[in-house]
Nanobody, 123 residues
Framework: VQLQASGGGLVQAGDSLRLSCVTS????????LGWFHQAPGKEREFVAS????????YYSDSVRGRFTISRDNGKNTAYLQMNSLKPEDTGVYYC?????????????????WGQGTQVTVSS
């Protein structure tokens, strides 16, 4: 599965962004989708994940209530709506696909990765 993330940019604190993750793979609906964040000099961390049917979603404590993950299996696309952005949200955001479980939070549980999109939030 090849994933393409986009939608990052430079914004001010309090602004919003919507990231997209698209694939041309027709088996998109068979995968759990996740978003991960890697701040400069830090390890990649779980942000959110969504089940194959989109019935269940999971969030890290740091983004719960501000970010929303969604997916459109008909368009082979997943989204991460990011509201009330903070400077600590700065970093590269990766989308990933998993053949495992929707509540998996470790990068090691994800089998396929996109190239990442940069988000920079100024204070």
């Amino acid at each position: 599965v090849q994933l393409q993330a986009s939608g990052g940019g430079l914004v001010q604190a309090g602004d919003s962004l919507r990231l997209s993750c698209v694939t041309s793979d027709y088996t998109f609906s068979k995968y759990v989708l996740g978003w991960f964040h890697q701040a400069p000099g830090k390890e990649r961390e779980f942000v959110a994940s969504i089940s194959r049917s989109a019935r269940r979603s999971y969030y890290s404590d740091s983004v719960r209530g501000r970010f929303t993950i969604s997916r459109d299996n008909g368009k082979n696309t997943a989204y991460l709506q990011m509201n009330s952005l903070k400077p600590e949200d700065t970093g590269v955001y990766y989308c990933a696909a998993s053949e495992n479980f929707s509540d998996d939070r470790s990068p090691a549980d994800y089998n396929y990765w996109g190239q990442g999109t940069q988000v920079t939030v100024s204070s």
